[in-house]
Antibody, heavy 118, light 107 residues
């Protein structure tokens, strides 16, 4: 059974850092591009970042470029999001998602809440 | 970046109603469009991919159509479990942009 399990969320002060993790189970992790998506309170879904299956291609939304860094460890079946210089507007539930060639984001993690507040 | 515009933002409907949600892309995305259903406290669920292909297990009352820049999601007969927020998403370019969402409420 395919499972994505996020961790690492929590309360952090503005300007602080946090590292999110996403553990993958039940599929060949190294064969899939992976993405992070977030949803701020009362807002819609926002695409954040992506990384290709073999680490060749990385992309970021303009809202996080220069502050967030995505990475993956295929040997550990894990995806990461390093978030620096956090702002109040980064407060959101962060989801990791598996991207397939045809079916877009077919599996999502349960989400981890990041709260940026003093 | 490709912008995705959904309409309406909110839709009030009754059980049994036919419901249509529209999504417009700022430039052609061919058929690289997905629709998701999202309920509070739950994980987004893929309904339709490649604009018109129904994800496995999704009821046939959901139908996606369109290509290029104009797309629609139609629910032929709204059921109680369908009250949720629906998002379109383009996956033609790296940015994988979502529409702003359409909340389907009980009338």
């Amino acid at each position: 059974e395919v499972q994505l399990v996020e961790s690492g969320g929590g309360l952090v002060k503005p300007g602080g850092s946090l590292r999110l993790s996403c553990a993958a189970f039940g599929f060949t992790f190294s064969s899939y591009d992976m993405h992070w998506v977030r949803q701020a309170p009362g807002k819609g879904l926002e695409w954040v970042s992506s990384i290709s299956s073999s680490n060749n291609y990385i992309h970021y939304a303009d809202s996080v470029k220069g502050r967030f860094s995505i990475s993956r460890d295929n040997a550990k079946n894990s995806l990461y999001l390093q978030m620096n210089s956090l702002r109040a507007e980064d407060t959101a539930v962060y989801y990791c998602a598996r991207r397939t060639d045809l079916r877009a984001f077919d599996y999502w993690g349960q989400g981890t809440l990041v709260t940026v507040s003093s | 970046d490709i912008q995705m515009t959904q309409s309406p933002s909110t839709l009030s409907a009754s059980v049994g109603d036919r419901v249509t949600i529209t999504c417009r892309a700022s430039q052609t995305i061919i058929s690289w469009l997905a629709w998701y259903q999202h309920k509070p406290g739950k994980v987004p669920k893929l309904l339709v991919y490649r604009a018109s292909s129904l994800e496995s297990g999704v009821p046939s009352r959901f139908r996606g159509s369109g290509s290029g820049t104009e797309f629609t999601l139609t629910i032929s007969s709204l059921q109680p479990e369908d009250f949720a927020t629906y998002y379109c998403q383009q996956y033609n370019s790296y940015s994988h942009t979502f529409g702003q969402g359409t909340k389907v409420e009980i009338k």
